[in-house]
């Protein structure tokens, strides 16, 4: 497995949107809408095989007849970076291979992309969100083929947990990203460090 992109949450996808874009110094690029989990998004480019998306509720899009993904129904307060996904091959193998409560496989599209992903029956990913949502990308093309590329780059993904030894070794064999770092924290979170046109920047 491997680092596949970023879920910025956020109150709003206009907000979500400027509040990156004033930190990186960089636009984001349209996304789209997702049906099956009444959300949208803004994309940025990490570079070949590696975005960040700004997510939001779809204010325009009937609700769910479930809970939304990322945990977004008790998403409050302002935007910040809530949660990874992680690429793979053999999506059902790394879902056996996780914590419980990683969730069922869903076949998804938008537009020019299909995936299957697997999304928490409640919506929340296990070790409070620090445990990444897995994907399989259906196909050949990737969303950074399409994406421009503002030169932005992911140097390093910071999770800290209480329980960090458990999540490092629930992911033990199975990521192969040295930009990954899993160290111990008071509580939950995420950090990411950016190389940008404008130099390093950091998203929390």
């Known amino acids: 497995m491997q680092i596949d992109h970023?879920?910025?949450?956020?109150?709003?996808?206009?907000?979500?949107?400027?509040?990156v874009e004033a930190v990186l110094g960089l636009a984001l690029a349209a996304g789209g809408e997702h049906a099956t989990m009444g959300t949208h998004n803004r994309l940025l480019s990490l570079g070949r095989g590696?975005?960040?998306?700004?997510?939001?509720?779809?204010?325009d899009a009937p609700a769910p007849a479930r809970p939304r993904w990322f945990d977004l129904d008790r998403f409050d307060g302002i935007t910040r970076l809530t949660n990874w996904v992680a690429r793979c091959d053999d999506?059902?193998?790394?879902?056996a291979l996780s914590p419980p409560g990683l969730g069922r496989i869903h076949d998804l599209a938008r537009?020019?992309?299909?995936?299957?992903?697997?999304i928490p029956d409640d919506g929340i990913l296990p070790f409070d969100g620090c445990f990444p949502a897995l994907i399989h990308w259906k196909g050949p093309q990737h969303p950074t083929d399409l994406l421009p590329d503002p030169g932005c780059r992911l140097r390093r993904l910071i999770v800290a947990h209480p329980q960090a030894k458990?999540?490092?070794?629930?992911l033990q064999g199975r990521i192969a990203d040295a930009r990954l770092i899993i160290e111990p924290g008071?509580?939950?979170?995420?950090?990411?460090?950016?190389d940008t046109p404008h130099g390093p920047r950091v998203l929390t």
């Open 6 to 19: 970023l879920a910025i949450s956020a109150p709003s996808l206009a907000e979500g949107a400027a509040a």
């Open 50 to 59: 590696c975005y960040l998306e700004v997510i939001a509720v779809n204010p």
């Open 91 to 95: 999506l059902r193998r790394e879902v």
């Open 111 to 118: 537009g020019d992309y299909a995936w299957q992903m697997a």
């Open 166 to 170: 458990a999540l490092a070794a629930a």
């Open 186 to 194: 008071r509580e939950p979170a995420l950090r990411a460090e950016l």
